[in-house]
């Protein structure tokens, strides 16, 4: 009889939680995602396991994005990268337009804040020992 009982109060404690659960997430709808592209500037790091956006400015753990980029994006990337005269880095300095996803784990690892879609790419060059952010727009 007491395992009858104690199976029947751990059915009953899973049915509260999951009712309570079902119940919260159907009156929390979730956050709209911003959608708007945006230009940004930052530094760029790429390579294996690596996609890294560092933007101007960003807040306080948010520095560091994961990137993917459109097809078109990567296009643009390899044709300005292939007028440069200069040996293969991975370090870049870039200005593109993007969209990104709400704070959260991001990237190889999760170490990430947020993932970033780039569309753009206005300008890429090597990035300078002084960085990018310190140079006006």
């Known amino acids: 009889m007491p395992c009858r009982l104690t199976r029947q109060l751990a059915a ?3 049915a509260a939680i999951a009712s309570s ?14 959608t708007t592209t945006r230009e940004y500037r930052g530094s760029y790091q790429r390579g294996f396991e690596k996609s890294w956006f560092a933007p101007c400015d960003a807040p306080s753990g948010d520095g560091m994005w994961w990137v993917t980029l459109t097809d078109a994006a990567v296009e643009q990337r390899d044709s300005l990268l292939a007028t440069l005269k200069m040996p293969r880095t991975d370090g870049l300095a870039v200005r593109w337009r993007g969209t990104i996803s709400p704070l959260m784990p991001a990237g ?6 947020r993932y ?3 569309t753009e790419i206005i300008d890429i060059k090597p990035l300078s020992g002084a960085g990018f952010c310190s140079i006006s727009a």
């Open 12 to 14: 009953a404690a899973f």
């Open 21 to 34: 659960s079902s119940a919260q997430a159907q009156l929390t709808p979730p956050a709209p995602r911003d």
């Open 108 to 113: 190889h690892m999760g170490k990430g804040s």
């Open 116 to 118: 970033m879609l780039v």
